[in-house]
């Protein structure tokens, strides 16, 4: 079924569209591609069946957005999306690399509007990325594994993180969370042979634990 991939497209032109800050067809987007993501029947087949009537009957799908549904089923891609990815690259870029640092589109509006962010300075580094990168989803992707990775050693990071790691992308591994058991704040270990808990005392001694497995605590190791 390709309503997965048309969902995702509309809500992508939806996205580029809130970034351009144009108004009213951003939502008329989104709406079309829950609608789709929504449908039990595979539009594709309705298309067989009906045409672009057959899409216009489609809750929040309309006219224009039908015909760009057709040329997607036809061709593969829609003109309007590349068009659009191609004009908003670089204003992507920076907005996903904010969005994977908890600022939303309209925080980071507000505070380039207030000068709280110097939005030219990231300009230059998103179009570097974006050439490194080839495409507009290797780059999106990039920043979100070094987003991952830094997160999980609580690191800053910035555009040009991505620059330092790229040859590293592959094997940039989120810090894995560890989390192992306590009772009553002395550590446990698990014996494989005797399948059994014990709890180490503060003398070091591995003594048996008779209790339930709900009273072992986890804790996360930093």
Sequence with gaps: MENKDIAQILYDIGKMLEINSIAFKPR???KAAQSIENLKEDIAQIYKE?????????????????EK???????GKIKYYEELKS???????ITHYFETKGVSLNELKQNTRKQKIIYSR?????????????????AREAID??????KSR???YAIETVFKKWLELDNLKPKEIVKKPYFRGNPMVWSETRKKWYVISESSEWLEFAGKEAEIEWRTIK
């Design 28 to 30: 008329a987007y989104k």
């Design 50 to 66: 009906k045409g672009i009537k057959g899409l216009e009957l489609i809750p929040a799908v309309g006219k224009s957005i039908a």
């Design 69 to 75: 549904i057709e040329e997607y089923l036809k061709k």
């Design 87 to 93: 004009k908003t690259a670089i204003r992507t870029v």
């Design 122 to 138: 990231f300009t230059k580094p998103a179009k570097q990325l974006l050439e490194l990168a080839g495409s507009l989803e290797r």
């Design 145 to 150: 594994k070094v987003a991952s990775w830094a």
């Design 154 to 156: 609580k690191l800053d």
